[in-house]
């Protein structure tokens, strides 16, 4: 219960008891900071907080820790995009993906290449080019008497400037190192569906999760064991002579549900080809030459014969956002810059570019769009300035918000910890980096028990000294100072 609420209802009552509400109040202002988040600068953490109301002028600081401290906001960043990319291009703005040819259609024939030109779609999927190829077929084309041709003039592909997705040319074992392009379908991934075999000692049962076409090779190692033996897993794309190849191993019981597992192509572009080339072979369209990539714009004489759209920005961005999606992000941060073949640095630069324009934010650097690394910096006083802007946009405001996630029903469990305060009351962005160092970080929104608007940050950095750093050992007591600060306010 708030002070407000209480000294109201206490009012009925006697001076005695007013005068120990007062006690109260005083005694929970007293504790609104971040004392319980900033013992872990004893453990050698690096810390950056703020947290201030957004009505009450030069009254409005709750609490800081450094606050113009440069630090590393990890996926953080993902908020800078998202406001940026609302301040661009408006909520309802979609992304358009499309199937041109300079050539002419003669009797069902296209005289020429079929270019699928990308459009820089961060949610582009095989949905998407089905509704594609569906169109080009009712336009009434059914040979190309050429090639497909995948261009990517837009950006791709691009360079990488991570351990991560630098390794993840030859093998990974994850989605988030996927290759960026703005011709990429599936968030740059490939996903192969699992299922158990009826008989116990037979290998499972394999195949692409979009496709019955084999457009890849799939190395099945996953033996079917009897029921209730449990599920487990791992897999590993590699590239090599074969082209791209998923390496499953593990088990799976037969009484188990079928697993989608996920894992970034080895080129983006190659992979909308591969799975393109399928999609007009199932619709009876035939292309008599190899697919191709290309990095050129088609010319100006191509004509469009069939376009799909992406999802408005407002929910791409509840995907960016509430799953941290990597992939996404950077995509939609190289669309934010307008000369052809970004590379993530300048993607990163047009988002500064944005924050430039706020006054009193301070620095800001970004090597992308997504928080990968950790040579992007902020502070937590920069976050909130951007973070207040976009709530004084009455337009924009409402789409930016929905992209974070209350921790009550996050879809991040980890974040589902806390009081109940803490739980209902905030809206929160958070960011995960564990290699070279540690980082965590918070920012968002919080409603008072007055239901007064704040705003907040928290960048804690570890370096090659400090220990491992659970989330349970900043969300904890992060939790904590936020409670006392909506609670006395």
């Known amino acids: ?148 041709v995948v261009s990517q003039w837009r950006f791709g592909s691009v360079d990488c400037i991570t351990t991560d997705r630098c390794n993840a040319l030859t093998r990974v074992t994850n989605a988030y190192s996927a290759p960026l392009s703005s011709a990429g379908v599936n968030f740059g991934s490939w996903c192969v569906n699992v299922a158990p075999a009826i008989t116990a000692g037979e290998p499972a049962q394999v195949g692409l999760c979009d496709s019955q076409t084999s457009l ?100 791409l961005l509840l995907r960016i956002m509430n799953y941290s999606n990597n992939y996404m992000a950077d995509v939609l941060a190289l669309d934010l810059v307008e000369i052809p073949q970004a590379q993530l640095r300048q993607a990163g630069q047009a988002i500064e570019n944005y924050a430039q324009s706020l006054p009193g934010h301070g620095p800001l650097t970004l090597y992308s769009g997504s928080g990968l690394t950790t040579e992007n910096r902020t502070s937590a006083q920069g976050v909130n300035v951007m973070l207040e802007d976009m709530f004084r946009q009455s337009s924009l405001f409402p789409s930016f918000v929905a992209a974070f996630q209350s921790p009550a029903n996050g879809v991040m469990r980890f974040i589902r910890r806390g009081p109940s305060t803490f739980q209902n009351n905030v809206m929160i962005k958070t960011g995960t980096l564990n290699q070279p160092f540690a980082v965590r970080a918070a920012a968002g929104y919080f409603r008072t028990a007055q239901g007064r608007w704040g705003v907040f940050s928290v960048m804690v950095n570890g370096n090659s000294s400090t220990p491992y750093l659970s989330w349970s050992e900043v969300l904890d007591p992060l939790s904590l100072d936020l409670e006392a600060m909506i609670l006395a306010n």
């Open 1 to 148: 219960m708030g002070c407000f609420f209480a000294s109201k209802r206490l009012q009925r009552w006697s001076l005695m008891a007013g005068v120990a509400t007062l006690a109260l109040c005083a005694s929970a202002s007293a504790l609104a900071d971040f004392n319980r988040l900033g013992q872990l600068q004893n453990k050698g953490f690096a810390i950056s907080a703020e947290a201030r109301l957004l009505d009450a002028g030069a009254n409005a600081l709750l609490g800081s820790i450094t606050p113009d401290r440069q630090l590393s906001p990890a996926s953080v960043t993902k908020a800078y995009l998202a406001a940026a990319a609302l301040n661009r291009f408006g909520p309802q703005y979609r992304f358009t993906s499309q199937l041109v040819s300079a050539g002419s259609i003669e009797g069902g024939v296209l005289r020429g290449d079929l270019v699928f030109e990308g459009g820089g779609d961060p949610g582009l999927t095989t949905e998407n080019l089905w509704r594609l190829v569906q169109r080009l077929y009712l336009s009434g084309v059914r040979e190309v008497d050429g090639a497909l």
């Open 216 to 315: 890849i090779t799939i190395d099945n190692q996953v033996v079917t064991r009897p029921a209730n033996s449990g599920t487990e897993i791992s897999a590993e794309r590699i590239t090599d002579e074969r082209g791209d190849v998923m390496r499953l191993t593990g088990q799976i019981s037969t009484n188990a549900t079928a697993r989608d597992v996920y894992r970034g192509a080895g080129d983006a572009a190659e992979t909308t080809a591969q799975v393109l080339t399928g999609m007009l072979n199932q619709a009876g369209i035939q292309v008599r030459e190899p697919w191709r990539i290309s990095s050129s714009q088609p010319p100006s004489s191509a004509q469009r014969l069939a376009a799909v759209d992406s999802q408005p920005l407002q929910e």
